[in-house]
């Protein structure tokens, strides 16, 4: 088909994150632009994940707040929890996140189809019916990986998918996986009120990130009630009377544990089956769709972003994604000019949050350069001791020779807002001075990240 005869610029499959804000800075830059959705708009993030879980866990937040402010003076007895009408607003929240999405559709003149979209020759076709298009951006997302013998039952074996709107609190669970997922329904179950276990094969809590972040999540749990078994793999599952035995191994051999549900968080499998990729000529490595630094793939004018590329499965690397390929097609993007991972949070939402940006620092000094690293501790900081919320530090790694920040982690109430800080900073290329010479308020939690920038300096004055 010609570009003239094609019936859009731009035929987005997946309305989630990255599909949706792609269609909406295509339409920005004059693309005829129409989005395909197999269920409704926002994706798994609006719908199914980082919306809905945020919901919960901020009620979660406000029980525990309210559980311990009695040692505070303030008297609220009978605290109880309504876990049915927790999950019933996460989800009244999810369903103005669609609708939001929906109305952004039609403010910005949008074509919003439902229905199965797959690619076909010079354009897709949508429950058989053929739409022509110049540029197609698959964005279709992911959906949760499970393990053999731990098949999704909805009722003793869940994913998150189930647990987010099932309206039962479980007595107790067992929890497979110690990521970002695992420890925010972790928090969410254990705060009210179930008995739970993390299992984790790696060593330390959230693999992949600092590791001092992963350990001090696994302290803060303790004392929080869950039990968190590191080193110990799943190894199977006996289904019984509305209960599961769950067997698990480390190095002092296998253990059961016996839990009224079980939730699997093992990572999530991207959704490339039946979108027509290797008749369109679109190359996959373990079902992940292969991406150039400008979101092309191995086919001509057929983008790819989001959960479906990885390996970063983030909300927001899938819209900043988007905007780079959609920017690319418009001609208003140099080819290459695409995203750092190194520039892109991550945050998870449990109590005490977890954020990061950029190199931890067994990865920085495995690059070789030598490095600085400043750690500051909440408990010494008077806006942390004010608000009662001490867990947690913050630590900054830098370059020695450049004094370059090279990643900052923290752990601790709010960081997940105070990142954004570290994210600017290392967008800047700016150095630990840089962080020291700003003034920040006092007292904030915010004032963390430039007394470990001190540290790392060793020019430390409250610790
Ligand atoms: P998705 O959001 O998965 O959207 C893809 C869309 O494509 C879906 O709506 C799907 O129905 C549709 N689709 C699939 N196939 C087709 C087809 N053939 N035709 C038409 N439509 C199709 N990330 C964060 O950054 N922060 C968080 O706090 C966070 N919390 C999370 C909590 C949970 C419990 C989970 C599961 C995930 C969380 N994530 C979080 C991850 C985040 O949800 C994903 O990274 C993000 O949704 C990926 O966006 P996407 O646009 O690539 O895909």
Same mark, same amino acid.
């Given at each position: 088909m010609s570009p003239a005869a094609a019936d859009y610029d731009l035929v987005v499959l997946g309305a989630g994150p990255g599909g949706y804000v792609a269609a909406i800075r295509a339409a920005h830059l004059g693309l005829r632009t129409a989005v395909v959705e197999r269920d409704r708009p926002g994706g798994v993030c609006g719908n199914w994940?980082?919306?809905?879980?945020?919901?919960?866990?901020?009620?979660?937040?406000?029980?525990?707040?309210?559980?311990?402010?009695?040692?505070?003076?303030?008297?609220?007895?009978?605290?109880?929890?309504?876990?049915? $009408?927790?999950?019933?607003?996460?989800r009244e929240v999810a369903d103005r996140q669609a609708k939001g999405v929906e109305f952004l559709f039609k403010k910005n003149a949008i074509a919003y189809r439902q229905g199965v979209g797959r690619l076909a020759r010079g354009g897709v076709t949508v429950d058989g019916e053929r739409i022509g298009a110049r540029f197609v951006l698959l964005a279709t997302g992911s959906r949760e990986r499970t393990l053999p013998g731990l098949e999704v039952d909805g009722q003793i074996v869940v994913t998150s998918r189930e647990a987010l709107e099932r309206p039962v609190l479980p007595a107790s669970a067992v929890i497979v996986g110690g990521g970002a997922v695992g420890v925010e329904f972790a928090y969410l179950y254990a705060t009210f009120g179930a008995k739970v276990t993390v299992?984790?094969?790696?060593?330390?809590?959230?693999?992949?990130?600092?590791?001092?972040?992963?350990?001090?999540? *696994?302290?803060?749990?303790? $004392?929080? #009630?869950?039990?968190?078994?590191? /080193?110990?793999?799943? &190894?199977?599952?006996? $289904?019984?009377? #509305?209960?599961?035995?769950?067997?698990?191994?480390?190095k002092d051999g296998p253990r059961t544990l016996d839990a009224a549900q079980v939730l699997v968080a093992v990572g999530r499998a991207p959704l490339s089956e039946d979108l027509g990729l290797s008749e369109? /000529?679109?190359?996959?490595?373990?079902?992940?769709?292969?991406?150039? *630094?400008?979101? $092309?793939?191995?086919?001509?004018?057929?983008?790819?972003?989001?959960?479906?590329? /990885?390996?970063?499965?983030?909300?927001?690397?899938?819209? *900043?994604?988007?905007i780079v390929a959609v920017e690319t097609m418009a001609g208003k993007r140099a080819a290459g000019q695409g995203l750092d991972p190194a520039r892109v949070p991550m945050c998870i939402y449990c109590m005490p949050e977890v954020a990061a940006v950029g190199l931890g620092e067994a990865e920085a000094r495995a690059r070789g350069g030598e490095v600085r690293v400043g750690k500051f501790p909440?408990?010494?900081? %008077?806006?942390?001791?004010?608000?009662?919320?001490?867990?947690?530090?913050?630590?900054?790694?830098? %370059?020695?020779?450049?004094? &370059?920040?090279?990643?900052?982690?923290?752990?601790?109430a709010g960081v997940t807002d105070l990142i954004a800080e570290a994210g600017l900073a290392c967008t800047l290329e700016a150095t630990t001075e840089d962080l020291v010479a700003t003034v920040h308020a006092h007292p904030t939690m915010a004032e963390a990240l430039r007394e470990a920038a001190l540290v790392a300096r060793g020019e430390g004055i409250n610790v």
């Open positions: 994940g980082c919306i809905p879980s945020k919901a919960l866990l901020a009620d979660a937040a406000l029980f525990a707040e309210l559980k311990t402010a009695a040692g505070r003076g303030i008297l609220a007895d009978n605290v109880r929890v309504d876990y049915a $009408r927790v999950i019933a607003r996460s299992v984790e094969m790696a060593e330390t809590l959230l693999p992949g990130m600092d590791v001092d972040l992963g350990r001090e999540l *696994a302290r803060a749990f303790a $004392r929080q #009630g869950i039990e968190v078994l590191l /080193g110990h793999r799943y &190894e199977g599952l006996a $289904r019984g009377e #509305g209960r599961a035995r769950v067997t698990v191994a480390g369109a /000529g679109v190359r996959t490595e373990k079902d992940f769709v292969v991406v150039d *630094a400008s979101l $092309r793939t191995s086919a001509e004018r057929v983008y790819a972003i989001g959960d479906l590329v /990885g390996p970063l499965l983030l909300a927001h690397a899938a819209s *900043a994604q988007g909440f408990r010494a900081l %008077g806006k942390a001791m004010a608000t009662g919320h001490t867990d947690g530090f913050v630590k900054v790694v830098s %370059g020695a020779r450049h004094d &370059e920040i090279l990643g900052v982690h923290m752990i601790g």
